[in-house]
């Protein structure tokens, strides 16, 4: 059957929390699991070297974040999921990638933007701590995709950017040598998932730490639920769940029905020691077989590169071949 090729990239940057659980890796492994599908996953991690540059830390969150997608159930018999810096011909097409990149187009990448808007507003030189990875990192990302022949790149809004800039360098690729070296590849927004609300009650991120770690131990993931903010309602009077960080986390695990019975809870007067006891529990039932594969694969890091190699040679199937087209095409070839 044709399938389409589905391919995503994922930043080893901290540690995987519930909003990256529910916002990307539940979406990401629904979409491996469409038999239309051959799914591409890999551990950017080149990527993050333009801003982690922390050896241990770099290769403590590879692991981490690879042994995290496992423990939720990627299957690597059936997504091919590998380390990037396992595929050297990404690197390889991505110089070839930026010979055909005006310059233009990385001014106006969103990451580079944040960067010197972020310099602009704190008085500093526009380019201050920008090194040339940030700047050329959407050449890069257009490379990890058009290596494997990608038709699909499911991602949230903030990269839907930088998979157009893909395409359009494949396409000025194509159009200058007149000759289908690359397939244009397309996104596909993931479908918006509740954004989740962080334990202050602002959108889950690692950069307002506010996050609640997937895998924390069981008791400090109680204690940590017992720390969301709550207000001084008296245990026994109506809560407005819409109000509520508490409420706004546990719906995010449940099923509309589920939501509805547990919303009627709080308006019929639940405390919030009560409130706070259920999300725990909630969440206990999502995590703790996760947890215990997690643990067991990150006390196996052999077995994790044993995974994580494998997947870079499936890879390579594709890989080796579309770098050897490209380059065919663009005239480095021997006759
Ligand atoms: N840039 C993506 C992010 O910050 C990660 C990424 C790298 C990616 N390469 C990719 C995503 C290729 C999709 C396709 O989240």
Redesign the pocket.
């Known amino acids: 059957m044709a399938h389409k090729v589905a391919?995503?990239?994922?930043?080893p940057t901290g540690t995987p929390h519930v909003g990256n659980y529910l916002g990307a890796i539940l979406p990401g492994l629904e979409l491996a699991e469409r038999a239309d599908c051959k799914a591409y996953y890999f551990v950017?991690d080149y990527?993050a070297l333009t801003g982690a540059q922390d050896r241990e830390r770099l290769i403590h969150e590879t692991y981490e974040v690879a042994a995290t997608w496992l423990a939720f159930g990627l299957d690597p018999e059936k997504v091919v999921f590998y380390r990037q810096s396992d595929v050297p011909e990404i690197f390889e097409l991505a110089w070839i990638l930026a010979c055909f990149t005006p310059k233009g187009f990385m001014n106006k990448a969103h990451a580079y933007k944040a960067a010197t808007d972020r310099n602009r507003d704190a008085g500093e030189p526009e380019d201050a701590g920008v090194g040339m990875g940030l700047y050329t990192y959407p050449v890069l990302?257009a490379a990890?995709?058009l290596i494997v022949d990608a038709d699909l790149?499911p991602?949230g809004k903030d990269?839907v950017q930088?998979?157009e800039i893909a395409r359009d360098i494949a396409q000025r690729i194509n159009h200058h040598y007149g000759a289908d070296a690359l397939r244009l590849p397309g996104h596909s927004l993931r479908a918006q998932t509740a954004i989740v609300p962080g334990l202050d009650g602002r959108k889950m991120s690692k950069s307002y730490g506010n996050t609640l770690p997937c895998f924390l131990p069981t008791k400090k993931l109680r204690k940590t639920v017992m720390r969301i903010k709550t207000d001084s309602t008296p245990p026994e009077e109506p809560k407005n769940p819409d109000d509520s960080v508490v409420f706004g986390i546990h719906r995010a695990l449940l099923d509309a029905d589920a939501e509805k019975a547990l919303a009627a809870e709080y308006r019929s007067g639940i405390s919030w020691g009560g409130a706070k006891q259920l999300l725990f529990e909630e969440l206990e039932r999502h995590l703790a077989e996760p947890r215990a594969r997690y643990e067991e694969l990150m006390a196996n890091k052999p077995l994790l590169d044993e995974i994580l190699e494998s997947g870079a040679s499936k890879a390579r199937e594709v890989s080796v071949p579309v770098l050897a087209r490209v380059r065919d095409a663009i005239g480095i070839a021997r006759r």
């Open positions: 391919l995503t990239g994922i930043k950017a990527h990302m990890d995709i790149v991602v990269q930088h998979v």
